[in-house]
């Protein structure tokens, strides 16, 4: 069995087909599937998502959105998280380094969540570009119970190992496909067999050869068999592993 740890299924691109992505995703084995919330205007078709058996829910304030977020919404996610205590997770949240405009305004938002994470022993899921040794950083300041996962992690293994030390896991997805990410092989292959999970952060961040389509969950399969491969593992025990990991970090009941 395979999971899906962090998918965006609740997005409008797959309102037309939602049900069949499903299909296609079990027919490969990915059993069930992390959504994570991205802006409070969506987290009502995020819960909605998290009343199915094969989906669980996180809730939190993405950075990609800032311009959309107010300081209402950080009580609201208090509120929300209260009031929907299955609730696994508090993201996505993060920093996104692409957007230096925003930074402090990315921050704000970020940090908060972390507190909330914090006070509620919640594991954090994290989106984090061009800024693995500033969020790294500010991780090991606040020293969170639940640990969380670093999303989409394309770093070094230096920095993978940093994540690690701090009782986070590592979600591989798309990047890994590629077979131009050798520092990034690199630090896959040096990661225990408890620190990553598989995800692919549908509908983004297609696998090589497919850049440009809509991502969806039925492709951890292939991102399952790369990961063998450069760890020179079998895919069962890959998916074995992964699917184990997923479980305890957001101690899911499948
Ligand atoms: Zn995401």
Redesign the pocket.
């Known amino acids: 069995m395979l999971i899906d740890a962090?998918c965006?299924l609740d997005f409008p691109d797959f309102d037309a087909d939602r049900e069949a992505v499903f299909e296609r995703a079990k027919a490969e084995g990915v059993r069930h599937f992390l959504v994570?919330g991205t802006t409070r205007k969506r987290w009502p078709e995020v819960l909605a998502l998290g009343e199915r058996d094969d989906v669980d829910v996180c809730l939190g304030l993405h950075p990609y959105f800032i311009d959309e977020h107010r300081d209402a919404d950080l009580e609201a996610l208090e509120e929300a998280l209260d009031t929907n205590p299955g609730v696994v997770a508090v993201g996505?949240c993060g920093i996104d380094g692409r957007f230096e405009e925003s930074w402090d305004a990315q921050w704000h938002t970020f940090d908060a969540q972390l507190r909330i994470a914090k006070a509620r022993q919640l594991p954090v899921v994290i989106?984090c570009v061009q800024a693995n040794d500033k969020v790294a950083k500010r991780l090991r300041q606040l020293e969170l119970p639940a640990g969380g996962l670093i999303?989409a992690f394309a770093g070094s293994p230096e920095q993978a190992r940093k994540f690690l030390d701090l009782g986070f896991v590592l979600g591989l997805g798309g990047a890994v496909t590629f077979d131009r990410a050798k520092r990034l092989h690199r630090a896959v292959k040096s990661l225990p067999d408890d620190g990553y999970v598989l995800e692919t952060?549908s509908p983004d961040m297609p696998l090589a050869g497919h850049q440009g389509e809509r991502n969806e969950s039925a492709n951890v399969a292939q991102v399952c068999r790369v990961v063998a491969e450069v760890r020179e593992q079998s895919p069962e025990q890959v998916a074995a592993d992964s699917t184990a990991t997923a479980r305890r970090l957001f101690q899911l009941l499948v």
């Open positions: 962090h965006h994570p996505e989106h999303h952060d």
